[in-house]
Structure formats: C-alpha cells, structure tokens
C-alpha cells in the first residue's frame, strides 16, 4: 500500500529512534559491564552510541522493516548484537545481572527524561500544547495524508514522543524471558545448571515461538505503560 508523506516521515523518525534507543542500550550495558570489572565490551568497542558498533543485520536492518511494511506494526521490533560479557571479570556474582538490567533501565531513563523535556516545551515553547496533541496522534500511528501547518517546535515534539514510545517498547521487549533478551539472561542465572542448558537448547523454538507471542506478549506490558505517560503529559 502506498504510504503518505507524513506517514512515511513517522516512519523515518520511528526508525531513527529505534536506532537511538537500541545504540543507547547497549552502549550503557557495555559501559556498566566495564565498571563492574569486565572489559570485554568496551576492549570490542562497544561503549559508544556510534550505530555501526552495535549493528545486527536481522535486528537493526531486516526486522524493523518487516515489522512495519510487512507485519504493518505502528513500532518496529529491533534489537542490537548482543554485548558480550565474561562472567569471570566481574567484581562481584551479580556483576553481570547488574550489567544486563543497565540496559532496560537506561530506556526507562530516557522515556522520563523525554517526558520532562516535553512538559517542559508544553509549557514555555511557543505552540508547545498543540505540538504534543498531534505528536500523540501521529505516535499512535494515526492515519494523517497531510498536515495544516504546525509550530517551528513540533518536529522536536515527534521526536520526543517517539523517544518515550520506542524506549518503553524496546524495554518490554528487552525484558521478556527469551534466551537472546536480556530477561532470557537473567532467567538464567537463577535456573538450575540443567535447567539452564536445556533453555539455551531450546532457542531455535524459543526464536519462532518469539514471532507469534512477542506481540501480545510487549503489549500486555506496554499498552499500560504508555498509558501512565500518555496521562502524565497529559496532566502535567
């Protein structure tokens, strides 16, 4: 189906901060491992926000653009290469959990911090209250074929809007229990040693059954989360 140009606009500023939100787990995922003694990511080049340092061919390239012209998602699902880790650097038993759980907690950051930042352009940018309105129209993937003419702050309105959706989305995928997410792999440090091998033999099913239950699976998370900051921005 053809795309309109402010649709496919959405989707390039979607796309751009999926890669945004994924460079900035994982940078912080290398960057705790790093503190908490193991350097292997950061010796791989891993602490930084550069994209290509973190590029999966499947997730950051072929998944987002089956999610959204294919599967017509409103949020494309991506992911980065994983960070690698050696469990035997860490300082402490739980230095490598604490590295995992930085990742989806750095996402939750930025989700807030772009919410505040949109509160405050809500309040003292110049047509700032009629910004976010269309920004949460166009995030939630509302059908527009053109746009009336918006204030100069709109399109950092977007920007901030999509900030706050992709995090949180990108924490609810990150977070479910399949062993290449990071909730897979703090599953596994508190499975039993066999119970643990078999999970990691299990991930070829685990990859297809992630295909046809990520879906309802993100949205029972997200659809509530969202709501708590559709309604913050909303009240604030």
């Known amino acids: 189906m053809p795309q309109s140009p402010v649709a496919l606009a959405i989707i390039v500023f979607t796309l751009v901060m999926m890669v945004f939100s994924i460079s900035l787990h994982d940078m912080t995922q290398a960057w705790m491992a790093n503190r908490l003694g193991d350097p292997t990511a950061r010796m791989m080049g891993r602490i930084t926000m550069n994209p290509m340092a973190h590029f999966d061919a499947w997730g950051m390239g072929l998944s987002p653009l ?13 992911w980065g290469k994983p960070v690698p880790t050696t469990y035997r650097n ?4 739980n230095g490598e959990m604490l590295a995992v759980l930085a990742g989806p907690c750095a996402q939750f950051v930025a989700a807030v911090v772009s919410l505040i930042v949109m509160v405050v352009l809500k309040h003292h940018a110049e047509g700032g209250i009629i910004s976010l309105q269309v920004a949460q129209i166009l995030g939630k993937g509302v059908s527009v074929d053109a746009l009336p003419p918006l204030p100069g702050i709109f399109p950092v309105m977007l920007l901030l809007y999509l900030s706050i959706t992709m995090n949180l989305m990108l924490l609810c995928l990150n977070i479910l229990p399949f062993p290449f997410f990071d909730g897979g792999r703090l599953l596994l440090h508190f499975l039993p040693y066999n119970a643990a091998k078999k999970y990691e033999e299990l991930g070829m099913w685990m990859l297809v059954g992630f295909f046809l239950l990520a879906g309802p ?20």
């Open 66 to 78: 089956l999610s959204i012209f294919i599967f017509h998602n409103r949020l494309p699902l991506g």
């Open 90 to 93: 860490f300082h402490s038993k």
């Open 217 to 236: 699976m993100i949205s029972i998370i997200f659809s509530p989360l969202i709501g708590v900051f559709d309604g913050l921005l909303s009240w604030l």
